[in-house]
């Protein structure tokens, strides 16, 4: 059986990481998908609401779990047994973190990360473009599923 870990901000989760988990579905016989802290950015949604909206979003998919962890992928990957970790790439920009992320969490525990690239349709996702939009008043309803949409115009709007 593998356990594959997929990490993220999901702040909010978008149609460009479910893309991600629904093929992870198929690929593996666990997915754990952990909202978590990225330091490097600006937390809007907290933990608990990301969480939420995870679950929402992932519920149609039996072998998909999701929780919340603030502290280090490779703990959480430990504490948790999986295989390996899975991030999701959108286009080489992405490579460059994504890469020595990878190696750190290497570096630190053996974990191996594997890389599913997105689809061309939905390479251009990402959260803070999604926020941008429902705060000015654009349409991102084809972008989010139903319940994260709702949740960022009760927020925003
Ligand atoms: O969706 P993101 O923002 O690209 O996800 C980044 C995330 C949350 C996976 C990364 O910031 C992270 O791993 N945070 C947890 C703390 C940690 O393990 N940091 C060391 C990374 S080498």
Known sequence: ?????????????????????ETAAK???????ATMVNTTKDGVFDLNDREAMLREA??????????????LVVDLASEMEADFILKGLRAVSDFENELQMAQMNNAASGIHTLFIPSASSSSFLASKF???????????????PESVARRLRERYV
Do not use: Q
Request: no cysteine; charged share 20%; proline share 5%.
């Open 1 to 21: 059986m593998t356990r594959v870990l997929y990490p993220g901000s999901f702040d909010p989760v978008h149609n460009g990481h479910l893309e991600i988990i």
């Open 130 to 144: 999604i926020r941008d939009f429902t705060r000015f008043g654009g349409d991102i309803s084809k972008m989010v």
């Open 58 to 71: 992932t519920e149609h998919l039996p072998n998909v779990t999701v929780r919340m962890f603030a502290g």
């Open 27 to 33: 690929l593996f016989d666990e997915v754990v998908v």
